[in-house]
């Protein structure tokens, strides 16, 4: 530590340089922060995904819809130990922009089948006796400051009315909260309401999920219900939960190869931006290090302090970036059900740092170890 103003002086010897460079790593490393952080919050969520549970899609696509009566034969199958079934809606509160995470479900099967939402019994009698009756997730309602009681509107984007109309009317019988943030986003109505009055595709649903009695049986029991409707008009396509979910990301774009591109591009020109830097700064205090090694520092002292520069100006620009980071990031909340920067985003930043400090300052530190004190002093 009692070299740390050495280091720190050094580094503002030429301050407009250190501050754009300071700027380049700042950047960087809030651009890492922001999207390492969305591809974390999108595992963390697929965490949330159940063991137990298969999703039955169509083979064609996810937004071909599958008849009601495959609901009979899916149970039949060896291993199944429950089945129950969703849409998507797709909706939004007054303007476009404010979407609604909507679907369609079955109250009597659906929160056994999906324990983890933790809604009450009282809730969801209270939907069932109600036809239009809404649970909703505790963000949502603080998002739009909803509460039991409220007719709620929502525009269908995809599904109109027997009279033609998109406009919905909903009533929220229930809040829930669940341990899983983003249960907490979405909007459950009643598929028989939703059925009745739907202007097509009455008696089909969006996909089914199907509880599995052995976790391991998932292969077999995703091949059985498959084989059922093989060469049928409505093909069938199973997986687990985890990985239903995972191909519906891939399927709207390949996040992880665009962030990896990204952070990929930005770091190999902050790679080039600081070693330039560093060894700028090497050559400009060749006569300053050599008259610190006259002063009785060995080659390696004279090493670790051009190092420890290095670290120090990476570190520090780091910490600004992932902090600029941590505090923007809320802005993804209504997208990723989740306001905080995922710790191991900061750990991993802190350890690219460190590395960067490292690629960057080999070089200039190796120089200055074998800088050669006369040629130094005489210009050579």
């Given at each position: 530590?009692?070299?740390?103003?050495l280091?720190?002086s050094?580094?503002w010897r030429k301050?407009a340089?250190?501050?754009?460079t300071?700027?380049?790593?700042?950047?960087?490393?809030?651009l890492?922060?922001?999207?390492?952080?969305?591809?974390?919050?999108?595992d963390k969520n697929?965490?949330?995904a159940?063991?137990?549970?298969?999703?039955?899609v169509s083979?064609?696509s996810f937004?071909e819809p599958?008849?009601y009566?495959?609901?009979?034969q899916?149970q039949?199958?060896?291993?199944v130990?429950?089945?129950?079934?969703?849409?998507w809606?797709g909706?939004?509160y007054?303007e476009?922009?404010?979407?609604?995470?909507?679907?369609?479900?079955?109250?009597?099967?659906y929160f056994?089948i999906?324990p983890?939402m933790?809604v009450?019994?009282s809730?969801q009698?209270a939907?069932?006796?109600?036809?239009?009756g809404a649970l909703?997730g505790s963000?949502?309602a603080r998002k739009?400051g909803w509460k039991?009681g409220?007719?709620?509107?929502?525009?269908?984007?995809?599904w109109t009315?027997?009279?033609?109309?998109s406009d919905?009317?909903?009533?929220i019988?229930?809040i829930?909260?669940?341990e899983?943030?983003?249960?907490?986003q979405s909007?459950f109505?009643?598929h028989t309401y939703?059925?009745?009055?739907r202007s097509?595709g009455?008696?089909?649903?969006g996909w089914y999920?199907v509880?599995?009695?052995?976790?391991?049986?998932?292969?077999?029991?995703?091949q059985a219900i498959?084989?059922?409707?093989?060469n049928s008009?409505?093909e069938t396509?199973?997986?687990?939960?985890?990985?239903f979910?995972?191909?519906?990301?891939?399927?709207?774009?390949?996040i992880?190869?665009?962030?990896?591109?990204?952070?990929?591009?930005?770091f190999?020109?902050?790679?080039?931006?600081?070693?330039?830097?560093?060894?700028?700064?090497v050559?400009?205090?060749?006569?300053?290090?050599?008259?610190?090694k006259t002063?009785?520092f060995t080659?390696?002292g004279?090493?670790?302090l051009v190092?420890?520069e290095?670290l120090?100006?990476?570190?520090f620009?780091?910490?600004?970036?992932?902090?600029?980071?941590?505090?923007?990031?809320?802005i993804f909340?209504d997208?990723?059900a989740?306001?905080?920067l995922?710790?191991k985003v900061?750990?991993i930043g802190?350890?690219i740092a460190?590395?960067?400090?490292f690629?960057t300052?080999?070089l200039p530190?190796l120089?200055a170890?074998?800088?050669?004190?006369?040629?130094?002093?005489?210009g050579?």
């Amino acid at each position: 530590m009692k070299f740390l103003p050495l280091l720190w002086s050094g580094l503002w010897r030429k301050r407009a340089r250190t501050i754009f460079t300071l700027l380049s790593i700042v950047t960087a490393f809030l651009l890492f922060g922001m999207l390492q952080g969305v591809l974390a919050a999108f595992d963390k969520n697929l965490e949330a995904a159940a063991v137990d549970r298969l999703t039955v899609v169509s083979k064609v696509s996810f937004t071909e819809p599958l008849p009601y009566s495959y609901l009979s034969q899916i149970q039949t199958v060896p291993g199944v130990a429950g089945v129950t079934w969703e849409s998507w809606f797709g909706t939004y509160y007054q303007e476009p922009k404010n979407q609604v995470f909507s679907f369609p479900i079955d109250p009597a099967s659906y929160f056994a089948i999906v324990p983890e939402m933790n809604v009450p019994q009282s809730m969801q009698q209270a939907m069932m006796r109600t036809r239009n009756g809404a649970l909703i997730g505790s963000e949502l309602a603080r998002k739009y400051g909803w509460k039991v009681g409220d007719r709620v509107p929502l525009h269908s984007v995809i599904w109109t009315k027997t009279d033609g109309n998109s406009d919905w009317q909903f009533d929220i019988v229930g809040i829930y909260t669940s341990e899983h943030s983003q249960y907490n986003q979405s909007f459950f109505l009643n598929h028989t309401y939703f059925d009745e009055f739907r202007s097509f595709g009455k008696g089909t649903v969006g996909w089914y999920v199907v509880k599995l009695k052995d976790p391991n049986a998932a292969g077999q029991v995703s091949q059985a219900i498959d084989a059922l409707f093989a060469n049928s008009p409505d093909e069938t396509q199973s997986a687990p939960e985890k990985e239903f979910q995972q191909s519906f990301i891939k399927q709207q774009f390949d996040i992880v190869l665009i962030v990896r591109l990204i952070l990929l591009a930005v770091f190999f020109t902050l790679l080039i931006l600081t070693g330039n830097t560093m060894m700028q700064s090497v050559r400009e205090r060749v006569p300053e290090l050599a008259v610190l090694k006259t002063l009785g520092f060995t080659d390696t002292g004279v090493q670790l302090l051009v190092f420890g520069e290095t670290l120090l100006l990476c570190l520090f620009a780091a910490a600004l970036g992932l902090a600029a980071a941590a505090f923007t990031f809320p802005i993804f909340k209504d997208i990723l059900a989740t306001a905080t920067l995922p710790g191991k985003v900061l750990v991993i930043g802190a350890v690219i740092a460190t590395l960067l400090a490292f690629v960057t300052g080999f070089l200039p530190a190796l120089r200055a170890r074998r800088l050669n004190i006369i040629d130094a002093l005489a210009g050579r």
